[in-house]
């Protein structure tokens, strides 16, 4: 089985999140057009935030 895609999204506040690629984000979030497994965007999040965003 593939691992599951996710995107990141964001809210109008800056606040980022991951959502399931195959569903559309919450109402306020919008899709920030970077998909990929979790760890991937859990990575593309850090990077944003300038922190470590490895799951332990």
């Known amino acids: 089985m593939a691992p599951r895609t996710f995107k990141v999204i964001m809210d109008g506040e800056g606040n980022y999140s991951l959502c399931p690629a195959?569903?559309?984000p919450p109402d306020g979030w919008v899709a920030t057009g970077v998909d990929g497994v979790f760890?991937?965007?859990?990575?593309?999040?850090?990077?944003?935030?300038?922190v470590d965003g490895k799951i332990v």
């Open 22 to 24: 195959d569903r559309e």
């Open 39 to 50: 760890q991937e965007n859990l990575d593309r999040v850090a990077a944003l935030w300038g």
